[in-house]
């Protein structure tokens, strides 16, 4: 039997986005055989069994270990599979309080993911057994067939030394050969008696016989007791047989002293030797030349280029590529990658030029221009226009175009890293227009670009490090000028640049991912605070965080929210959360899902970057949990303006709604005035006081 679950859309919706963040991240970390859409459909049936398992506490560990049984099924056997599979699992369930009673609900989470972990474990170990059993089966059998063939191979040793692969012969001093076997005169593709005869120096190319005259001499003075040397051997038909050639003297007690001649043939070698070099500088799959490859050859290029037309360097990325391979699969993403790489290369085919593929779906082109070489406009018309006519594969008629990273004429000193680098500066700000979009390189714009890059990378070393600081500015009332709540803001005390503020410390965290765990910490840290003035003023002072688009759109935003309060003791009703206008009226339901919860457990939502523009004021007044909007001065204007004008009917509006204003960045007594005559009841901003420590909003 199995636990009835809650039959709430809320509950149905929460189990669904569970199912599909846990597929998100389980594809992320390994290969599971199935479709996306099949994926999130057994996902959302571990979801549901793992909450049967909750809400009945005798269910709790059977369906705890189905459940991790069946991911082992699934090809989830890593151990990154697992953890990522707990810590998603765990946080979802204890995000559904109706589940449980909420002091029963950790508890029977524990106990179902324990269970699942455990049913994990079972089934790997289960299966690694079964494999070293099939292993040692291998071995016994391996062990018997070797022992079988050693017993063959005696009784055939005696024939052996004539059917050799190896060439064998006996010379003279003078290089005459007065015996030989059947496997040299295969080598040099002539007949045994023919081979007989013979002088060494005859079947040797022309231009080794000097040193094998050498080697001989060596012989004969008594010095030596072995050479061997790579040689080339001459063919009947006249080609070359690559050879390992082994001299060593044959004294004899009668008559003249002897060389001992082995000719082990690396024909085959030598061309796999230059199959491999092949591989090691091409692609597998379309066959053109790799990075590695593609950088030496840039390298040669810059020093050879014509001084007046340099070279010019275009790096590509196909844009949406993975639609390919996630909607029709490997394969056909397989075969639009060779047909990029063969139009690719008809594009450039009568420029001196290189097409490669550096990886996925990426290619670079390098040209050495010349008088008639198009210009980069015209050559990127071609590329792109080459790319997006359409093409069958795999029963589907398809297209690509691609994203375009230019660096033209650098200068000649320019090493190949710094130019391969900045054509990936390049390409990143050409995606970021959109796609088929391309663009130049920028020496100004790839020295910022590494610098913010720079900072992205080390944000989060410097967050550990303490150098990251919480820092609050004081709202006030604009009808008595009374501190009323403390706006939540970062500051990076960066080493060399000095005070970063809190609008770049958001942008680069955003960019990097790092706001989610940095904003709780934020929000950790403020809401601290918050209870501690209660403590020290017997006053409630509300913070007020502004949410990030990607954490108002955080599947965990209500549970983190919901801990920190629980954490620190501090009443919801004393947490303001300021939510982009940008995210709320777009097409993530996740922030509408949010804030909706976060206002119904009486957190105070408020709405950020609000314009007044038509449609945002009718998403506005249309029922949503909000208790203020905040607006800039900028977009007052001046406050006799005709803006100002019209934005005082609109803000009538919003405020008759019983929504409440705030206003950010006033810094005249003439923008305080105005906002408090157009309703405005709070207001912050350089007027009033900067963001500094605690004690900057209680002194």
């Known amino acids: 039997m199995t636990a009835p679950l809650p039959q709430d859309a809320d509950g149905l919706r929460a189990r669904t986005k569970l199912a599909k963040k846990w597929a998100y991240l389980l594809s992320s970390k390994t290969f599971i055989p199935m479709a996306g859409a099949e994926l999130e459909r057994q996902l ?26 069946a991911l082992v099924a699934l090809n989830c056997t890593s151990a990154e599979s697992l953890q990522v599979s707990v810590e998603i699992v765990s946080k979802g369930l204890l995000g559904m309080s109706s589940l449980a009673p909420p002091d029963k609900l950790r508890e029977r989470v524990v106990d179902v993911i324990a269970s699942l972990a455990a049913g994990f474990v079972d089934r790997i170990r289960a299966s690694t057994l079964a494999q070293q059993e099939q292993l040692g089966r291998s071995l016994y059998k391996a062990m018997r067939q070797a022992q079988a063939e050693l017993q063959a191979s005696e009784l055939r040793f005696e024939l052996l030394e004539e059917h050799l692969s190896t060439g064998i012969a006996t010379a003279g001093l003078d290089g005459r050969l007065v015996r030989s076997n059947g496997a040299l005169a295969r080598i040099v593709d002539r007949q045994p008696a023919e081979v007989t005869g013979m002088s060494l120096f005859d079947l040797v190319h022309p231009e080794d016989r000097t040193a ?19 040689r080339r051997l001459l063919r009947a038909d006249g080609e070359r047989a690559w050879v390992t050639l082994t001299l060593s003297p044959l004294r004899r007690i009668e008559g003249p002293a002897q060389v001992m001649v082995l000719a082990e043939d690396a024909t085959d070698v030598n061309l796999l030797q230059g199959q491999l070099n092949h591989q ?22 810059l020093r050879t280029a014509d001084p007046g037309t340099g070279v010019s360097v275009f790096h590509l990325d196909l844009d949406g590529f993975s639609r390919f391979t996630g909607g029709l699969g490997r394969a056909v993403g397989d075969h639009v990658l060779k047909i990029v790489a063969g139009r690719l290369q008809a594009v450039v085919a009568e420029e001196n030029a290189m097409v490669a593929r550096f990886g996925h779906d990426e290619f670079a082109i390098l040209v050495e221009n010349k008088q008639t070489t198009p210009d980069v406009v015209t050559m990127i018309r071609r590329i792109n226009d080459v790319l997006s006519a359409p093409f069958h594969s ?4 398809v297209a690509v175009s691609a994203t375009i990273g230019v660096v033209h004429r650098p200068p000649r000193d320019s090493t190949p890293a710094a130019l391969l680098d900045s054509a990936d500066l390049t390409l990143r700000r050409a995606k970021g227009n959109g796609r088929r979009q391309w663009e130049l390189a920028d020496r ?12 992205a990378a080390t944000m989060p070393g410097a967050w550990e490090n303490g150098e990251i600081q919480v820092l609050y500015r004081p709202v006030v009332r604009l009808s008595d000028r009374q501190v009323e709540s403390a706006e939540v803001l970062l500051r990076w005390d960066h080493p060399k640049l000095g005070a970063l503020p809190h609008e770049q410390c958001l942008a680069l965290a955003e960019d990097t991912g790092l706001i989610v765990p940095l904003g709780t910490w934020a929000l950790r840290v403020a809401c601290e605070q918050a209870r501690a003035w209660r403590r020290e003023l017997r006053r409630d002072l509300p913070v007020r965080w502004a949410l990030t688009p990607s954490q108002a759109a955080d599947p965990d935003l209500l549970g983190v929210v919901r801990e920190v309060l629980s954490d620190t003791g501090l009443p919801p009703s004393s947490l303001r959360l300021g939510a982009p206008a940008q995210a709320l009226f777009g097409d993530r339901g996740e922030v509408a899902d949010n804030l909706q919860y976060l206002a119904e457990d009486e957190v105070g939502v408020e709405l950020e970057e609000f314009t007044a523009a038509p449609g945002d004021l009718v998403r506005l007044l249309d029922g949503l949990p909000v208790r203020a909007v905040r607006m800039t001065q900028s977009a007052a204007a001046e406050p006799d303006s005709a803006v100002a004008r019209a934005l005082a009917g609109v803000l009538e ?6 929504v409440g204003l705030t206003a950010a960045g006033v810094t005249t007594p003439e923008q305080a005035r105005w906002w408090r005559e157009v309703g405005a009841d709070t207001a912050s901003g350089p007027l009033f006081a900067p963001a500094g420590p605690p004690d900057a909003i209680t002194r």
């Not at 909450?51 to 709790?60: D, F, I, N, Q, T």
């Not at 005259?213 to 790579?230: C, V, Y």
């Not at 795999?394 to 008629?397: H, L, S, T």
């Not at 714009?445 to 890059?453: A, K, L, W």
Request: net charge neutral; aromatic share 6%.
């Open 44 to 69: 959302l049936g571990f979801v549901e069994r793992l909450c049967a398992g909750v809400v009945s506490e005798a269910l709790a560990q059977r369906a705890g270990r189905e459940v991790g049984d």
């Open 212 to 230: 094998l005259r050498t080697d001989f001499a060596q012989l004969t003075e008594g010095g030596t007791a072995s050479i061997t040397q790579p």
């Open 280 to 301: 090691a500088l091409h692609d597998v799959l379309t066959r053109l030349p790799n990075r590695q490859y593609f950088t030496s050859r840039l390298e040669q290029a």
């Open 394 to 397: 795999d029963g589907n008629r």
């Open 444 to 455: 100004a714009q790839d020295g910022r670009d590494r610098r913010t890059f720079s900072l």
């Open 653 to 658: 509006v919003v405020r008759d709604a019983g």
